[in-house]
Each structure stands twice: as C-alpha cells, then as structure tokens.
C-alpha cells in the first residue's frame, strides 16, 4: 500500500524548530513527508535538517526542477497538506489565494485536508486581519487549530504558542482519517467538559471520582478534526492539553459550573462529559483534620451540589443549541439512561455500563446514545474517538443550519 503523502508546510516563525519534532512522528509513523519551507522559515532551520529529517530534497520556490511543474504536483498529490508554524503572513496570504512561492502555490492546488497550525504573537493573533483570514479559510473547510497559551518569544505569556507538536500530529491522523470529507463543525463552538471534580474537605483531602477524562478529551480531539472551536473544560484528568481547544483547568463542580455557563453563552453544543461530584463536604476546613486520640470520627456532613446539565439544557444560550449529557450506570442500564435523559432535559445522552474494569480509564467504550426524540444508537465496543464521531455525527444532525 502506498504510503499516505503528506507536504509539511513551514513558515517564517521561531516554532520552524518545534516542526522537526512533528515531521519525525510523521515519518516515524509510515507517512511520506516532503517539507515545503518558506524562504523565512530556512532563515530559522535550515534545509539540510528538512531534507534529512524527511529523507526527500526541499525546495522553497517554484524555480527548482521547473521541469516537473513542482508547484502543482506536490499539492495535487498530497492526502494532507499541514502548515506549522503557520505566521500571520502565511494566513493572510492563503486567505487571499496568493501564489508567490511554492507552499503558497501548493495550497492553491491541494485538494486533500488542510491544517493549520497558527503561532505568533498574541496581539497578531487578536488583530481582526488575522481574524478574519482564519474564519475564512475555516469557511473554506480549512482546519484552523487555535494556538496554545503559555510563553512567546521573549518575555512575553499568552495566547500564540504552537501547540506541542504530538498534539498536532494526532490532528493530523484525524484528518487523514476523515479524508475529504467537509469539516461538518466548522464556524461552531463547542463546549466539552471532562474529567472529575473534587470537592476538598481539608487542604490535603478531597472527594473525588474515578473519571480519568479520556472520553471528553476524545470528543475534544475529534472536534477540533471536525473544525470546531473547542472549549474544553477539564477537571483533574493530569492529560496533556490537546491541540486546538481553549482549555479551561477547574477542581469543584461550582468551578465547573461557572465555567461551564460562561463557555455557553456564545456556544452551539454543550457536551458535559465530567463526572460532576452530586454532594461536597458542608465544611470546608482551612486547616488539615487531626484525629482525635481514640475519638470515633464525625459523621461527614454533605450539602448538594447543583445540576449543571439540568441548568444547561433549561437555560440555553440560543433555542437551537445542542446539550449532551452522560449516564454512568451499573444497573438496569437504558430503563435509568430513558428516565435520566427525561429528567435532565437534554437532546442527546450517551449511556454506558460502568463496573470496576469498565469504562474508568479504559481506551474503549460501549455506549447506547438516547436522542430526546426517541432514537436510540447503539455504539459497539471500540476506541472512545470512535464513540466521539458518533456523538458528533448526531449533534450535526441536530444544528440548526448557521
Ligand atoms: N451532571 C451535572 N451536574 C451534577 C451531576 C451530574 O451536570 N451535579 C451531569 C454529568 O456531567 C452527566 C450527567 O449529568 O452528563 C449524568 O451524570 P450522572 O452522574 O450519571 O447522573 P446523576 O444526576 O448524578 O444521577 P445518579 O447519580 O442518580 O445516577
């Protein structure tokens, strides 16, 4: 079987360099990578590295090797074309189909998946040009992946890191997956909570649940493969930040709560995936409980948390936004999934049989997805991205059109 081709697109910024970690996992991994740098970009990592990280020659204009029409076969041919670091130029450029070096030509001439993976300073990536470029070619079926937050060039913190690079490459691998086919989330936002809260009783000692935050980390992966603007609202999972979704990092349910209803205001499905402790110890102590001699321990007193998928799906941000909800269940499992779905008031609920070896940091599931209108979709026994698409193919049926 021929191997999947794909064209490392790189452009002038200071990541250059982190993209030699994502062509290895790309080669690694049976891909056949032919890098297409920017001039600016050999300015920060040379063509000897390219060439011999990719195994293949490297060329940055259109004038090598005229004779085999460079600026059109490469793109024509490629299953994925993936750009990292992708500069505000670069962006702009695409945006506005310019041709003026070979990457740019090969964007104009692939017919594959494209994905950008944006790095720059925060102000350039806030400014409403680069804006708009990106929801441009997001229209167009591009994936735009948002940038990561942390440390820039220099002294500067904030939003414009390029997502670590094994990050990237799992968005590549699901849009080499997907193919084609048109990233049917683009231009919405989704919200997804995941993992599980805990409710501290001491500075040292909590109550908490067995959610390890895979499954949501899944439907947050595959979203953003989808071209989704992903808000993921993570509880304690201790899971690398997956490339391209916004993560916001809480502890309690009243953290997740308040994150929660402020991601939806603006969105168009809400996922709560997190297992959201029902109560929390009534007290909080500031200082660490002693035990006392050989006094029995107090009885621990317990108050009830609110319920974030009721208050959800009740108060929605706009009448067509979509709520999903989860059921973990141990008993009698899709008569309490129908009666959960009822009581929550939710569109779409993903059931599944939880025990002490299933489901609880597992890479699989098995799930049945009750819909509010009656239909019920069983989901075999399979990798939790795969539970993901399905739970994405039935929001998409569900969005209204924009
Ligand atoms: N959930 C929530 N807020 C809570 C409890 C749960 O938003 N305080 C959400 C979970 O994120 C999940 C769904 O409700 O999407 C179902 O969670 P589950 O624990 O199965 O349901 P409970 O309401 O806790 O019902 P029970 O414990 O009685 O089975």
Known sequence: MDRPKVVLGVAGGIAAYKACELLRSLTESGHDVTVVPTASALRFVGEATWSALSGRPVSTEVWTDVHQVPHVRIGKAADLVVVAPATADLLAKAAHGLADDLLTNTLLTARCPVVFAPAMHTEMWEHPATQENVATLRRRGAVVIEPAVGRLTGVDTG??????????????????????????????????????TREP??????????????????????????????????????????????????????????????????????????????????????????????????????????????QLSAERAAPGQV?????????????????????????????NEVGAHKTFGAEENEAVILAADGGETPVPFGPKEALADTVWDLVVARLRRP
């Open 159 to 196: 939003k414009g890191r390029l997502p670590d690079p094994a990050e990237i490459f799992e968005v590549c691998r699901r849009a080499l997956a997907r193919g084609v086919q048109a990233p049917d989330l683009a231009g919405r936002h989704v919200v997804i909570t995941a993992g599980g």
């Open 201 to 310: 009783l001491d500075p040292v000692r909590f109550l908490g649940n067995r959610s390890s935050g895979k499954q949501g980390f899944a439907l947050a992966g595959t979203a953003v493969a989808r071209g989704a603007r992903v808000t993921l609202i993570e509880a304690n999972t201790g899971l690398a930040d997956p490339a391209g979704a916004d993560v916001v990092h809480v502890g309690t349910a009243l953290e997740l709560r308040d994150a929660a209803l402020k991601a939806a205001s603006d969105a168009d499905v809400v996922v709560m995936a997190a297992a959201v402790a029902d109560f929390r110890p009534a007290d909080y102590a500031p200082g660490k409980i002693k035990k006392k001699d050989d006094a029995e321990p107090e009885p621990l007193a317990l108050v009830r948390n609110p319920d974030i998928l009721v």
């Open 323 to 351: 709520v999903v909800g989860f059921a973990a269940e141990t008993d009698d499992v899709l008569a309490n999934g129908r009666a959960k779905l009822r009581r929550k008031g939710c569109d779409l609920l993903v059931v």
